[in-house]
T-cell receptor, first 114, second 113 residues
Framework: QQPVQSPQAVILREGEDAVINCSSS?????VHWYRQKHGEAPVFLMI?????EQKGHEKISASFNEKKQQSSLYLTASQLSYSGTYFC???????????????FGTGTRLTIIP | NAGVTQTPKFRVLKTGQSMTLLCAQD?????MYWYRQDPGMGLRLIHY???????AKGEVPDGYNVSRLKKQNFLLGLESAAPSQTSVYFC????????????FGPGTRLTVL
């Protein structure tokens, strides 16, 4: 079952902050975040493995709330280069060990305007 | 390293025709995946492989077949193409160790008329 991402789209001015959420109806083993620019392949941002774990990538960070079965991606002081569609990929607890199979959300389109 | 490559980049088929999409990786990765991406649907897993000679079904396997005869190659076949298979197809690979990122190919845009 696909995780649900919110919002579906967001428009920001350069320098503003954004939060993208990813929720699952099932207990999660891990959450991956990817960014895809128009016409290109998805590119890996980060993986979160444990409840409460936060990771960072430039001014982009994420948290994983195992109890709530959700992850949030934080974009701080957004830059024009952050534009694209962000996808979360979830691995469900109880499935095969390791990064065997991810289920991706439908994506959040982020547009940064000068 | 070329990373993950896909052949062809674009293809137009008529309903009922068959074709094979080729994915190749030179990173010695064990796991390989085929996804399709449609507007508003995100990435949906078609089939995947956890090693040479093995394949498994993903979320949307109907109408597709795959083969992994060599570790570096993962082929996706459409035996009788349908307009519903018009999509962008992405291949990805990852090492077998835990918690690794998936490396994506550039994609193949397929149109079925």
């Amino acid at each position: 079952q696909q995780p649900v991402q919110s919002p579906q789209a967001v428009i920001l001015r350069e320098g503003e902050d954004a939060v993208i959420n990813c929720s699952s109806s099932k207990a999660l083993y891990s959450v991956h975040w990817y960014r895809q620019k128009h016409g290109e392949a998805p590119v890996f941002l980060m993986i979160l493995l444990k409840g409460g774990e936060q990771k960072g990538h430039e001014k982009i960070s994420a948290s994983f709330n195992e109890k709530k079965q959700q992850s949030s991606l934080y974009l701080t002081a957004s830059q024009l280069s952050y534009s694209g569609t962000y996808f979360c990929g979830t691995e469900i607890r109880g499935t095969n060990f390791g990064n065997e199979k991810l289920t991706f959300g439908t994506g959040t389109r982020l547009t940064i305007i000068p | 390293n070329a990373g993950v490559t896909q052949t062809p980049k674009f293809r137009v088929l008529k309903t009922g025709q068959s074709m094979t999409l080729l994915c190749a990786q030179d990173m010695n990765h064990e796991y390989m995946y085929w996804y399709r991406q449609d507007p508003g649907m995100g990435l949906r897993l078609i089939h995947y492989s956890v090693g040479e000679g093995t394949t498994a079904k993903g979320e949307v396997p109907d109408g597709y077949n795959v083969s992994r005869l060599k570790k570096q190659n993962f082929l996706l076949g459409l035996e009788s193409a349908a307009p519903s298979q018009t999509s962008v197809y992405f291949c990805a690979s990852t090492p077998p160790a835990e918690y690794n990122e998936q490396f994506f190919g550039p994609g193949t845009r397929l149109t079925v008329l």
